[in-house]
């Protein structure tokens, strides 16, 4: 569910101000299935943003998953 009051151009502000910053990131598969990455946003673009993970794998994701909470970023400092 998205953010009353909030829309797209509030999604990728807010990525852009975590860029190359390290993050936990949160993400939501659906039907009460979750999982939890580290890594930093290397890239910043118009419709997507990718992220490197701590594992070396490169993840893309757009600003309408931040935009409707399917990926959440979360204190990197924080246990999962």
Same mark, same amino acid.
């Not at 939890?36 to 890594?39: A, E, L, Q, R, V």
């Given at each position: 569910m998205r953010e009353i009051g909030q829309?797209?151009?509030?999604?990728?502000?807010?990525?852009?101000?975590?860029l190359n910053i390290p993050v936990l990131i949160k993400i939501n598969g659906g039907r009460g299935k979750s999982s !939890?990455?580290?890594?930093e946003i290397t890239a910043?673009?118009?419709?997507?943003?990718?992220v490197k993970l701590d594992t070396g794998e490169l993840k893309t994701f757009s600003?309408?998953?931040?935009?409707?909470?399917?990926?959440? !970023?979360?204190?990197?400092d924080a246990q999962t």
């Open positions: 829309n797209l151009d509030n999604a990728k502000e807010k990525v852009k101000r975590l !939890f990455c580290k890594g910043v673009f118009p419709a997507v943003f990718s600003y309408a998953d931040v935009h409707t909470r399917g990926v959440l !970023f979360l204190n990197p």
